[in-house]
């Protein structure tokens, strides 16, 4: 285990610097090339994730051996998921990405591309494209098909990325993986600290920079120590601090505000804000 250069918060994910070296040397400059929205760490979070994935097997099920992206644009973190599928020795893999490609009010030529910087990345014996929105995608997905690993990275509206989250995670498989990309945005956070965090099948999260959360989906209670864990984990995305002291004075400062809405209205609301703009006229 080396010194990871994860700058910000990154708890509880395993970083290896020598795979991390690796991956800067092999495989970045192939993700780098596609245009898009993800930084290296980012990738490599995708990258070693899918690529050490286990299909979780039980007598009555088949093998959960797919992956879903919502939203891939360019391909670019298709890239780095299906890169590391690639070298995941329990496949074989497929990696199912839905996108309407509508980004930008329809970028024009935005599927095209995607489908060639597939075939650039040499993953089309990886990769199926479900070129649709992915309310509509869910509703024809087989229910026997499992999901190891479910990355959300489609419209970052708080509704859309409700859907994406309630919708498919029932998909997931236990031992499989959710990853939100761009949490520090209002409307995904709010469904990660509501919708994610009171949910006990969703443990072990990790917390990659300000960009991108990842829980694993357990079949088992949560242990005293998972659930302090993601306690610590919750107060610190509401606080921003890591530091117990900073937090604690953050939410003392929320508590106070609540009776009067915002302590900052409060007192502006009393300030002679009309006379002042009497007197301008
Ligand atoms: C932030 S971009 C994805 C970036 C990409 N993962 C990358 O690594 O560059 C968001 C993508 O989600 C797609 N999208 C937005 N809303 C969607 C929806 N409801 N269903 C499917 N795709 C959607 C857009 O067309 C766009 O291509």
């Known amino acids: 285990m080396g010194q990871s250069p994860l700058k910000g918060i990154a708890l509880n994910w395993p970083f290896r610097k020598e795979a991390y070296e690796a991956f800067c040397a092999e495989v970045w ?3 780098d090339a596609i245009p898009g929205y993800l930084h290296r760490l ?4 995708l990258y070693q994730t899918a690529r050490t994935l286990q299909p979780a097997r039980s007598v009555d099920q088949p093998p959960a051996n797919s992956v879903v992206e919502i939203g891939s644009y360019k391909g670019r973190s298709t890239a780095a998921i299906g890169l ?13 990405c839905v996108d309407h490609f509508f980004q930008n009010q329809g970028e024009p030529g935005l599927k095209e591309a995607f489908l060639a910087n597939v075939q650039r990345a040499g993953l089309e014996g990886v990769v199926t494209c479900l070129p649709e929105a992915s309310s509509e995608a869910v509703k024809r997905w087989p229910v026997e098909r499992g999901i190891a690993m479910l990355w959300i990275d489609g419209n970052h509206d708080e509704a859309f990325v409700r859907d994406d989250f309630q919708l498919w995670k029932r998909f997931v498989v236990p031992g499989g993986v959710v990853a939100f990309d761009d949490w520090y945005l209002l409307g995904v956070r709010r469904v990660i600290l509501d919708d994610l965090f009171p949910d006990p099948t969703f443990q072990d999260l990790a917390v990659i920079d300000h960009n991108l959360i990842a829980a694993t989906k357990v079949d088992t209670l949560p242990t005293r120590e998972q659930n302090a864990r993601k306690r610590r984990i919750y107060w610190t995305l509401r606080t921003g601090s890591l ?25 502006t609301d009393r300030l002679p804000l009309q006379r002042i703009t009497n007197d301008r006229r």
Not at 42 to 45: L, M, R
Not at 84 to 96: F, I, K, T, V
Request: hydrophobic share 45%; aromatic share 20%.
């Open 243 to 267: 530091n117990p002291w900073r937090a604690g004075v953050v939410m003392a400062g929320e508590w106070v505000n609540r009776p009067f809405g915002h302590v900052g209205r409060f007192f």
């Open 84 to 96: 590391g599928l690639r070298r995941n020795a329990s496949g074989p893999w497929r990696l199912y």
């Open 29 to 31: 400059p192939v993700i």
């Open 42 to 45: 980012e990738a490599f979070f």
